[in-house]
């Protein structure tokens, strides 16, 4: 079964402190990983996707990177605007049709002024 | 990417009553997603409503208690019945293809009294 397990489950950041949120993934056979920013009362936004290892994105202040094992999102110099959660999600090859995504929990950003 | 409306955006339900959600998109879409997001919890798949069939469910979920109607390819609606307190929760309505990530509505807030 798929899994997706997202660290640390909240961060709080003054404004211009760089630092990066985990995604660890199972998965048999990765056919794409998902970022998505969530703000309260809204559903979730799309950010990126990454498909192989090694791929890198890039949207703004926010970098997404891609291993056979995990993805982090790196936020460089954050503002308090990009406080959200964020939310990881993978979903596996399949051989025809469409194949389920799987979401992580999330990780609650706070970017204090 | 496609705009995604969902209503009501919130209610409060007595036990034992039924909500119909709707979820209207402004472009044809072949499949159609509705999920339920739990406080602390991740975005769990209810079904996936696909024009023309039956929508298909995942484990833990019945049409039943949930069932689903697609009419077209821009409309889908997820009933919740006989409410209990234990389906307080975020509904929410999402759009996808085969290559594309999912793109989602801004939800339904249920709380049952």
């Known amino acids: 079964e798929d899994q997706v397990t997202q660290s640390p489950e909240a961060l709080r950041l003054q404004e211009g402190e760089s630092s990066s949120l985990n995604c660890s993934y199972t998965?048999?056979?990765?056919?794409?990983l998902f970022w998505y920013r969530q703000d309260p009362g809204k559903g979730p936004e799309f950010l990126f996707t990454?498909?192989?290892a090694g791929e890198e994105k890039e949207k703004e202040r926010l970098k997404a990177t891609l291993t056979k094992k995990e993805s982090f999102l790196h936020i460089t110099a954050p503002k308090p605007e990009d406080s959200a959660t964020y939310l990881c999600?993978?979903?596996?090859?399949?051989?025809?049709?469409?194949?389920?995504?799987?979401f992580g929990t999330g990780t609650k950003l706070q970017v204090i002024p | 990417s496609a705009v995604i409306s969902q209503k009501p955006s919130r209610d409060i339900c007595q036990r034992g009553t039924s909500l119909t959600i709707q979820c209207q998109v402004d472009?044809?879409?072949?499949?159609m997603f509705w999920y339920r997001q739990q406080p602390g919890q991740s975005l769990t798949l209810i079904a996936t409503?696909?024009?023309?069939?039956?929508?298909?469910?995942e484990s833990g979920f019945v049409i039943d208690k949930f069932p689903i109607s697609r009419p077209n390819l821009t409309f889908s609606t997820l009933t919740v019945s006989n409410m209990s307190p234990e389906d307080s929760s975020i509904y929410l309505c999402?759009?996808?293809?085969?290559?594309?990530?999912?793109?989602f509505g801004d939800g339904t807030r249920l709380s049952i009294l």
């Open positions: 999402s759009v996808g293809a085969v290559d594309q990530p999912q793109h």
């Open positions: 998965v048999s056979g990765l056919r794409g």
């Open positions: 990454l498909y192989s």
């Open positions: 999600a993978v979903q596996a090859r399949a051989s025809g049709g469409y194949q389920k995504v799987t």
């Open positions: 472009s044809q879409v072949t499949m």
């Open positions: 409503a696909n024009q023309g069939s039956e929508a298909t469910y």
